[in-house]
């Protein structure tokens, strides 16, 4: 089982372009989960899905979409990026409400 | 609103000695969960330990143990014969039984040999 995939690993963008960052999950997980990681500020959650067709806004949604494309993937669109949204983003998958599992990681830079 | 915090922004520990890590909650649920991840420096998060607010016992796995205390709203990590593997970044992380969960801004543990 590979777990939770990301890709990219790491992305470099300019202000204004737009990109999407994939996740997929191999553990037949209902639920999948987007989050930033910025320096001192934790984990901050983007957006969710808790099962494959449906999704919601966390805690810090605006500047991104989102695509439960099927069950096994969960993808997040940056449509116009800006600086703000330099940072880590995971993408995590679980069981239920009460578990998670998370992928590697993308480091993305907007200059 | 349900936050977490953790006071500690770095701690150091000598190897094979015992440390722990605060961790401070605030919400007006009942039932809900806590968990323990860490983050070495491969940036991977991994789930180190987990409690249901509703078990009075304290969870533990191998050399991490927890210290819940409903009441205070606490819920500290110990761990117990520091390796240098576990040198990490430690975050606590709450769940009130929505999808949305809340993560403190981490503790810094450096294991020193």
């Known amino acids: 089982n590979a777990g939770v995939t990301q890709t990219p690993k790491f992305q470099v963008l300019k202000t204004g372009q737009s990109m999407t960052l994939q996740c997929a999950q191999d553990?037949?997980?209902?639920?999948m989960y987007w989050y930033r990681q910025d320096p001192g500020m934790g984990l901050r959650l983007i957006y969710y899905?808790?099962?494959?067709?449906?999704?919601d806004k966390g805690e810090v949604p605006n500047g991104y979409n989102v695509s439960r494309l099927n069950k096994r993937e969960f993808s997040l669109r940056l449509e116009s990026a800006a600086p703000s949204q330099t940072s880590v983003y995971f993408c995590?998958?679980?069981?239920?409400?009460?578990?998670?599992?998370f992928g590697p990681g993308t480091r993305l830079t907007v200059t | 609103a349900q936050t977490v915090t953790q006071s500690q922004p770095e701690m150091s520990v000598q190897e094979a000695e015992t440390v722990t890590l605060s961790c401070t909650y605030d919400?007006?649920?009942?039932?809900?969960?806590l968990f323990w991840y860490k983050q070495p420096p491969s940036r991977q998060m991994i789930l180190v330990i987990r409690?249901?607010?509703?078990?009075?016992q304290n969870a533990t796995e191998n050399r991490f143990s927890v210290n819940f205390q409903k009441a205070a709203k606490s819920f500290s990590l110990k761990i117990s014969d520091s390796q240098l593997g576990d040198t990490a970044m430690y975050f606590c992380?709450?769940?009130?039984?929505?999808?949305?969960?809340?993560f403190g801004t981490g503790t810094r543990l450096k294991v020193l040999a």
């Open positions: 995590a998958s679980g069981v239920g409400r009460y578990e998670q599992y």
């Open positions: 553990m037949n997980h209902n639920s």
């Open positions: 899905s808790a099962s494959e067709g449906t999704t």
């Open positions: 919400t007006s649920e009942s039932n809900y969960y």
């Open positions: 409690q249901e607010a509703y078990k009075q």
């Open positions: 992380a709450f769940n009130s039984g929505t999808y949305k969960y809340i």
